[in-house]
């Protein structure tokens, strides 16, 4: 058993930005696309979760020594395996609402619009970073900005209330539920701007372009600090 402090690798006392930085360092580390494990990954998720709701006390299971030796032995019996054969990909989670994601900073330097016809499709095509262009699915209990960053990706943020623009993404197809909203106009809304902190997924399907806060109109409303206006994708 482990304190969630100790899960992220925090001190008990470290600040907010000190808990974000390590969170984001251990579930990076924790992913499996980078030799972690599902549980670990969730492990991270669950201590982040409980120290921002100050549920500091709660002791939460870590893995095995068994654990960690049969996913050594694992990796041990793979980097041992022919090397021609085909790199196998990890096991999607492929249940909830699929949703296929694009980085609205990246549109301009392949002269794509926002309004393109076949945004996704070009976008599709195009070999773009897994940060800026990829598919994830989104579990019920899930928003939109937690099932990205749960899956190990960083989509901007500040208050996660629905309170500022900066999470703030375009609806291309599918719906979402918003259940509050302080901020957006119902112009922008009734045009796909949404929130991802506050959306849920209510379509099978979504398509969905992220980072648009830069967007005419937005701008104004974010908040003035972002700390996570530098935070690099997947950083
Ligand atoms: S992070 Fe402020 S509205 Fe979503």
Redesign the pocket.
């Known amino acids: 058993m482990a304190s969630p402090f100790d899960v992220l690798e925090v001190d008990s006392d470290a600040d907010d930005e000190e808990i974000e930085r390590a969170y984001r360092r251990r579930v990076k580390e924790a992913h499996p696309d980078h030799g972690g494990s599902a549980r670990e990954f969730q492990l991270v998720y669950t201590a982040y979760r409980q120290v921002m709701a100050g549920n500091t006390d709660a002791e939460l299971e870590v893995a095995s020594e068994a654990d960690a030796d049969e996913r050594d032995t694992a990796s041990a019996a793979e980097s041992e395996a022919d090397p021609s054969a085909p790199e196998e990909e990890p096991e999607p989670e492929e249940t909830g609402s699929k949703v296929e994601f694009l980085n609205y900073e990246i549109l301009a330097d392949h002269g794509w619009q926002i309004d393109d016809d076949d945004l996704f499709e070009k976008a599709s095509e195009a070999n773009l970073d897994q940060g800026d262009y990829g598919r994830f699915f989104v579990q019920p209990r899930e928003n939109l900005?937690e099932a990205a960053e749960n899956r190990g990706f960083s989509w901007p943020?500040?208050?996660?209330?629905?309170?500022?623009?900066?999470?703030a993404i375009a609806v291309v197809d599918g719906a979402v539920e918003m259940p509050s909203n302080h901020?957006l106009p119902s112009s922008m809304t009734d045009s796909g701007i949404q929130?991802?902190?506050?959306s849920r997924p209510v379509t099978d399907e979504m398509k969905v372009v992220y980072n648009v806060k830069s967007l005419p109109g937005l701008d104004e409303l974010r908040?003035p600090s972002d700390p996570f206006d530098n935070a690099q994708l997947n950083d």
């Open positions: 900005l943020y500040s208050c996660r209330g629905g309170a500022c623009a900066n999470c901020i929130l991802s902190c506050i908040l």
